[in-house]
DNA sequence: CGCTGCGCACTTT
DNA sequence: AAAGTGCGCAGCG
């Protein structure tokens, strides 16, 4: 079949079209071919007549108006010969070839977690389909079937070559990946929440993600198709969450088109302005708020007015600009803003964080299961204000902290002797200040608000909910990844834990290393990057005290190698390689 | 103002 | 019931 002149750019036009969900109609697609081929309006007049004869493109009525299809991908499902058998497209993915493949990122995911961030080599993936299934496939054919599927959409390549589970639906081409889920659940018997790793459920320990905020349910982690965390969307364009609350929850009109919720401010406060002055209503956004900054009502005092010339409004750092209310069926935004002074008082609930953040009671969670108070009482450290569950924090606690009085957790608690070698290690003026126990009343106090480049609660990794002095086997124990890890004691020593029956006799024991024997062992396995360690000083002692953030950010490493050095300093922490342990 | 993304109601399979 | 479609809106440059 001779190819007609600007079928491409046709079939492309039709395709993007589609993909924006807007009719690809006659003028549109006329209209794409100007900008950006500047393809004159009547020879691409022709040019479309000429592919409707010729079966490239279809013209279908749809919905009363005239639409036209890439022919190829509206009947790919059924394809037929010239027999009249139905035959595949050679351009869509094998759907056995897209479970085995589904099941095999699954699985190296699970026993590589850097693979969630780095992709999976395609060596590494090769190897494991073929290991399932070396009957149908072919090395040779593998590789041909996945470039099938990165043409698809359904796996990307990434810039190292290396792949990731792409969008499943990207167009009409839908991928079923629904129906092909696997739960790791299955594979690592964990208790843990559900991720949707492409469509590949993922069992995964929740975590906060910076400027995610989490909600209560499970599905705010999920990571399905349309990719709610948007890591691997393309566009830069994010869409906000429709709704994340709305108190009457009824009343509201279902109406085709956009969510009442998502109207733009200028919208919002045109329909205010039509409201009549209303002390209940929240402050129309100004354009000069910022995002923790902000005016309103205080939610502890309920006053509007500052209490002095200092004073200012702090807002819920999870909430904030982000609670969606209804008023008469139009929307409103609200952060639950409280003043500076009405913060740090005797309810620990409305304590900040040493970085000056806070969460509002709404939002507070426990740090180690990531609950809020809904499902318990949380008890909330003095120094670090960190929550914790009764049942959740190690050793458990026994009664509420009574109003007034104060509760330091575990990680509060720590020995001076851990504290030194943390400065020492000089990764963390936030651990040095948590040490701080004399003066717990005010940890913000000395704080400098978010300038430290340390930032536990905004690291862009997944944040360890850690407080500062955890030693890797309470930081560890802090991810509840393992119910074998418990403090029995104030002071914890790695002879303490109960480790010694798992250790693995394979992986040294590092806990007398010099600097060069650190280097030493990093630099077999990552040459150019070991040399961090030199400059760092870090002998063993000092690695083993080493957390995720300090790999990540303070050894100022790229991520890539970060994550996987940081795979080795907890294999050596534990003497294990479990990838339970390092599993984000 | 035009392009883009996308929720959701509607239509087709 | 599931998949396909695109209206109508918001965000953005």
Not at 50 to 65: A, D, Q, T
Not at 248 to 259: F, L, Y
Not at 461 to 486: D, E, K, M, Y
């Amino acid at each position: 079949m001779s190819e007609i002149k600007y079928q491409d750019h046709i079939l492309e036009a039709i395709d993007q079209l589609r993909r924006r969900k807007a009719r690809p109609d006659a003028d549109r697609i006329f209209n794409s071919l100007t900008r950006r081929h500047a393809i004159d309006f009547s020879d691409a007049k022709t040019a479309l007549e000429k592919c409707v004869e010729n079966g490239v493109v279809l013209k279908v009525e749809y919905k009363g108006n005239i639409s036209y299809r890439n022919a190829a991908k509206k009947f790919s499902h059924l394809k037929r010969d010239s027999q009249g058998e139905i035959i595949r497209d050679p351009s869509k993915p094998n759907k056995n070839f897209t479970g085995l493949l589904t099941r095999a990122i699954a699985e190296l995911v699970l026993l590589e977690p850097d693979y969630l961030e780095l992709g999976v080599p395609g060596a590494e993936l090769i190897k494991n389909i073929l290991s399932k299934d070396s009957v149908r496939y072919t090395k040779k054919y593998v590789s041909i079937l996945l470039d099938k599927e990165v043409e698809s959409g359904s796996l990307i390549r990434m810039e190292n070559g290396n792949f990731l589970v792409g969008p499943a639906k990207n167009d009409g081409q839908s991928r079923k990946f629904e129906n092909e889920n696997i739960k790791l659940s299955d594979l690592t018997g964990g208790n843990t929440h559900e991720i949707i790793f492409g469509g590949v459920k993922i069992k995964k320990k929740p975590g906060p993600k910076p400027g995610f905020k989490k909600a209560k349910s499970i599905d705010s982690f999920t990571l399905n198709g349309k990719l709610d965390n948007g890591k691997l969307r393309v566009g830069g364009r994010r869409k906000r969450a429709k709704k994340v609350f709305d108190p009457s929850d009824n009343n509201i009109p279902k109406k085709r088109g956009r969510p009442v919720g998502s109207l733009n401010k200028s919208t919002i406060e045109k329909q205010l302005a039509k409201l009549s002055d209303n002390d209940s209503r929240p402050e129309s956004r100004s354009s000069n708020n910022s995002h923790k900054e902000q005016g309103g009502v205080c939610s502890v005092c309920h006053l509007q007015n500052k209490k002095g010339p200092t004073d200012r409004m702090i807002a819920c750092r999870e909430c904030s600009n982000k609670v969606n209310f209804y008023i008469h069926h139009l929307i409103c935004q609200y952060s639950f803003p409280a003043h500076f002074s009405c913060l740090n008082g005797e309810d620990m609930m409305l304590r900040m964080y040493p970085d000056n953040t806070w969460q509002c009671p709404h939002c507070k969670t426990c740090v180690i299961c990531y609950e809020t108070s809904d499902a318990g009482y949380l008890a909330v450290c003095s120094i670090c204000a960190d929550a914790y569950h009764m049942g959740c924090h190690q050793p458990k606690i026994i009664d509420k902290i009574k109003l007034g009085s104060k509760w330091l957790c575990i990680n509060c608690q720590m020995p001076e002797q851990l504290a030194v070698n943390d400065i020492q290690l000089g990764f963390s003026n936030i651990d040095a200040l948590s040490k701080d126990h004399g003066d717990s009343m005010s940890p913000t106090s000395q704080f400098s608000g978010n300038s430290s480049p340390i930032n536990f609660r905004s690291s862009p990794s997944p944040p360890s909910p850690t407080p500062p002095t955890l030693s890797p086997q309470a930081h560890l124990n802090g991810h509840g990844t393992s119910p074998a890890f418990s403090i029995k004691s104030e002071s914890p020593s790695f002879k303490d834990l109960d480790l010694d029956e798992n250790i693995d006799p394979s992986i040294p024991d590092a806990s007398n290393w010099t600097y060069d024997e650190v280097y030493n062992y990093f630099a077999q396995y990552f040459p150019e990057e070991a040399k961090v360690f030199k400059e760092q000083e870090i002998d063993g002692p000092s690695l083993l005290l080493m957390k995720r953030i300090d790999v990540l950010t303070s050894l100022k490493l790229k991520l890539g190698p970060a994550l996987k050095i940081y795979r080795h300093v907890v294999k050596l922490q534990v003497r294990r390689d479990d990838p339970k342990l390092y599993w984000l």
